[in-house]
Nanobody
Framework: VQLQASGGGLVQAGGSLRLSCGAS????????VGWFRQAPGEEREFVAT????????VYADSVKGRFTISRDRAKGTVYLQMNSLKTEDMAVYYC?????????????????WGQGTQVTVSS
C-alpha cells in the first residue's frame, strides 16, 4: 500500500498550486481519500475528502470555496486544486486513504498515509 503526494512548492499569496496523490490500484479505486495538512508545532488538520467515486466531497471551512478535491479513478490519482492561497495555508500536505468508500474529517478514519509535500506561501 503506497501513497505518493506531489505538487507542493513555493507560491505567492493569491497564487495557485495543484497537489496530486498517486495510489496503488488496490488502495485507490474503492476507498475514500483525504487531504490533511500540518504546520510546524500544530496538529494535523483536515482539509478535504472525496468518496470512492468522487460523488461526495467535504471541505474544511477554512478552504471552502478556494480548494477543490477531485479524483481520476482510472489513473488512481486524487488532486487538490488550491487557489487564492494564503500564508495560513502553508504546511506539509498529506494524502491518506481510508478503508471505507466514504470517510470524514477525522485522522483516525484513514489507514494509509503518503509522505507529505511542502506548500510554502509567501506574502
Amino acid at each position: 500500500v503506497q501513497l505518493q503526494a506531489s505538487g507542493g512548492g513555493l507560491v505567492q499569496a493569491g497564487g495557485s498550486l495543484r497537489l496530486s496523490c498517486g495510489a496503488s490500484a488496490r488502495t485507490s479505486s474503492n476507498n475514500a481519500v483525504g487531504w490533511f495538512r500540518q504546520a510546524p508545532g500544530e496538529e494535523r488538520e483536515f482539509v478535504a475528502t472525496i468518496s470512492w467515486n468522487g460523488g461526495s466531497t467535504v471541505y474544511a471551512d477554512s478552504v471552502k470555496g478556494r480548494f477543490t478535491i477531485s479524483r481520476d479513478r482510472a489513473k488512481g490519482t486524487v488532486y487538490l486544486q488550491m487557489n487564492s492561497l494564503k500564508t495560513e495555508d502553508m504546511a506539509v500536505y498529506y494524502c491518506a486513504a481510508a478503508l471505507r468508500s466514504f470517510a470524514g474529517a477525522e485522522v483516525t478514519e484513514y489507514r494509509y498515509w503518503g509522505q507529505g509535500t511542502q506548500v510554502t506561501v509567501s506574502s
